[in-house]
């Protein structure tokens, strides 16, 4: 069973910037892999993906997070940079969709890393 391990969460004030980082582990095949978050009250929305040539961003974050992959490509970064109170949330890690890569159609999730951007 594949296992994808978030990590890189924490507090930070506006402006500031931080780093998830995600592993799958237990397998070496490289899918498209995608953020998510959940603030709470809301609705989980769609953050950024990558694929085996490209990358997606919502338009919210467009400009101010990168999506990568690691050397080992089961690794998968978000860097986040000026970050927005608005950016508070749980960030969730997501492999292999099972359709668009923007909705939360995916057959793997970690258990998601909270991020707090203070004003």
């Known amino acids: 069973q594949v296992q994808l391990e978030e990590s890189g969460g924490g507090s930070v004030q506006a402006g500031g910037s931080l780093r998830l980082s995600c592993v799958a582990r237990?397998?070496?095949?490289?899918?498209?892999m995608g953020w998510f978050r959940q603030a709470p009250g809301k609705e989980r929305e769609f953050v950024a993906a990558?694929?085996?040539?490209?990358?997606y961003y919502a338009d919210s974050v467009k400009g101010r997070f990168t999506i990568s992959r690691g050397i080992i490509r089961s690794t998968v970064y978000l860097q986040m940079n000026s970050l927005k109170p608005e950016d508070t949330a749980v960030y969730y890690c997501?492999?292999?969709?099972?359709?668009?890569?923007?909705?939360?159609?995916?057959?793997?999730w970690g258990q998601g890393t909270q991020v707090t951007v203070s004003s």
């Open positions: 237990r397998t070496s095949i490289t899918y498209a």
């Open positions: 997501a492999r292999r969709p099972t359709g668009s890569l923007y909705e939360g159609d995916y057959y793997y």
């Open positions: 990558i694929t085996s040539n490209a990358t």
